[in-house]
């Protein structure tokens, strides 16, 4: 098991400083190794969460060899041949599981923007003390571009923030965490190959939502009433003026609708499960508040904005792998982590992978477990 | 579920949208018109020929518009106004969003009408005041729908219409223009 920096790597190194994971402690659980401590509601912080890797790196005793780092990998006559920078590795099988959030997309619209205006990614952002002070430009409204507007926005700068596809939860829906909801109602459950619209599963943003001790949801109303200016997708950069779309409102209405088709079924699982009377009564939400005109335009050589978070996704970095089984969008072809084009060849931790948990702490192991069996019947071991 | 005829033939655009994502090329599809001024403010315009598929085409006849402006605007009024054009466009383009996603859901549609305003501050265009812009300050659709669903479910459909709509792309987000003297 190959790592490139220190087990949990890329929670030591690549989150921002206030960061807390979306799912509650009782779903951070690993194989034979749950949550055990005494807030099963809260929410782990980064160091939490590198902690709890590190002890069950421990726990499992797997051969995790730190520091190595892969450089290429290719086919050989009857497997793979990798590179590291500590040495040639021959193998008949390999797992991918490097994930999907290697890094940070940046729109090519960047390049228009003036070099005055910093310009920072998730990956390089920690606190807002380090950003210049003025107006932050936050481009994205998934968990990640919500929780850092938020954060700014509480650090006393004008904050913008510009929302194009969103997916909108309220972090606790009739007196349960909402990923409670999504975890005993069978919606995480839902396997690869049930899935209508796979390829728009798999791109679907993060929901936004943020762990606190206070369990706050924080949604585009929440962002409202604290200040924070939302516009409408960002379009072009046009003589040093950040083009907006015009169709934020349509954006609010997709998401709220969905939001209220999920609790919906929500609704009907309690029911059907005689659930019903051990959870808060139905809620439905208010819908999202259109700003009463929103802007358009805004100058970026005005002085108003000084710094342009790009909350804009993530993506694998595949640049390693010397192998044809990335397709032309940067994306591994896989059949539920299987790599069919590439025998022996296999994938874990990326976005609905086999289930729609499969990118949780608590995806895993079911992923796990069916991966790992194709690749013990592809060796012509017994299980 | 009972049969839907809402006059969308779905299953052609579903097999379009998994031929084309194999063949990108054949995707790329040019529209045209041509337009001949005749006096004053008063335009003729044709729409015959496009291209699409790897080929030239034509729709089976020609159209012809008249745009001019009216009478308060000292014209004519030999046709509507070219910023109305675009509420023609963004209707009919809704609206076809409208029938095709309800059909491919499976909804029976009784009836769609729509009702377009566009808001507009013509002291743009004249010159009378250069902080005013030359374009609809904002434009508002009202959808009123009969059909075999809950509200919710036509909320949706004019969701996704709107999504996946050319003309409401082409109207809230800008598009590179190029206009040239031959």
């Not at chain 1, 190194?13 to 194989?31: A, G, I, K, Y």
């Not at chain 1, 050989?76 to 959030?101: K, N, P």
């Not at chain 2, 529209?31 to 598929?53: C, E, M, P």
């Amino acid at each position: 098991m190959l790592e490139r920096g220190e087990v949990a790597n890329s929670w030591r190194r690549e989150r921002w400083d206030s960061l807390r994971l979306l799912t509650p402690n009782w779903q951070t659980r690993l194989p034979g190794f749950p949550y055990q401590g005494s807030d099963p509601d809260g929410y782990m912080t980064v160091a939490e969460v590198t902690e709890f890797i590190e002890r069950y790196a421990a726990f499992s005793r797997a051969p995790v060899r730190t520091g190595v780092n892969v450089t290429s990998v290719r086919r050989a006559d009857d497997g793979y041949h990798v590179t590291t920078s500590q040495g040639e590795i021959r193998c008949r099988t390999l797992v991918i599981a490097s994930g999907a959030c290697n890094r940070p997309v940046v729109p090519g619209l960047s390049e228009g923007v003036p070099p005055e205006i910093e310009q920072v990614t998730p990956f390089d952002y920690r606190e807002p003390g380090r950003l210049p002070d003025g107006g932050v430009l936050v481009v994205g409204a998934s968990a990640t571009g919500v929780q850092l507007a938020a954060e700014l926005r509480r650090s006393g700068r004008p904050v913008i923030l510009s929302v194009g596809e969103h997916v909108r939860l309220p972090r606790v829906y009739r007196g349960r965490d909402v990923l409670w909801w999504m975890d005993v109602s069978g919606v995480w459950d839902q396997r690869y190959d049930e899935i209508e619209d796979l390829t728009r599963a798999r791109r679907l943003p993060s929901p936004q939502l943020v762990g606190t001790p206070e369990r706050a949801t924080l949604d585009l109303n929440t962002l409202t009433g604290m200040g924070v200016e939302l516009v409408g997708r960002w379009a072009a950069v046009r003589d040093g003026s950040a083009l907006f779309s015009g169709g934020l409102r349509n954006m609010f209405s997709l998401a709220d609708l969905k939001m209220n088709r999920l609790l919906g079924t929500f609704d009907e699982w309690a029911v059907t499960h005689g659930r019903d009377a051990e959870v808060g009564p139905v809620e439905r939400f208010e819908p999202t508040r259109p700003p009463a005109s929103p802007r358009l335009r805004i100058d970026l050589r005005g002085g108003e904005i000084r710094t342009i978070v790009w909350a804009t996704g993530f993506r694998p970095d595949y640049s390693w792998l010397h192998v044809p089984v990335v397709d032309d969008k940067g994306h591994l072809r896989h059949d539920g982590g299987v790599v069919t084009d590439s025998p022996g060849m296999y994938a874990l931790g990326l976005p609905v992978l086999r289930r729609r948990r499969s990118t949780f702490i608590n995806g895993i192991e079911p992923d796990a477990r069916e991966v790992i069996d194709h690749l013990a019947r592809h060796l012509g071991l017994p299980r | 579920m009972t049969t839907v005829t809402n006059g969308v033939n779905v299953q052609a655009l579903l097999d379009a949208r998994e031929a084309l994502k194999k063949s990108p090329e054949a995707a790329q599809f040019v529209w045209r018109a041509s337009s001949k001024w005749q006096n004053g403010v008063h335009t003729t315009i044709t729409v015959k020929d496009f291209y699409g598929l790897g080929e030239e085409r034509a729709h089976k006849s020609e159209s012809v518009f008249q745009a001019d402006h009216p009478e308060v605007f000292a014209a004519d009024d030999n046709g509507i106004t070219p910023i109305e054009y675009l509420l023609v466009g963004l209707a009919s383009c809704l609206t076809a969003g409208v029938a095709s996603v309800a059909q491919n859901r499976g909804i029976q549609l009784r009836s769609v009408e729509a009702t377009v305003e566009g808001r507009h501050d013509i002291r743009g265009i004249l010159g009378a005041d250069p902080d005013v812009r030359n374009g609809y300050n904002d434009i508002k659709v009202t959808f009123n729908i009969d059909a075999d669903a809950s509200r919710e479910e036509i909320e949706a459909l004019v969701a996704q219409s709107q999504k996946r709509s050319a003309v409401f792309d082409a109207l809230t987000n800008p598009t590179d223009v190029t206009v040239e003297v031959a």
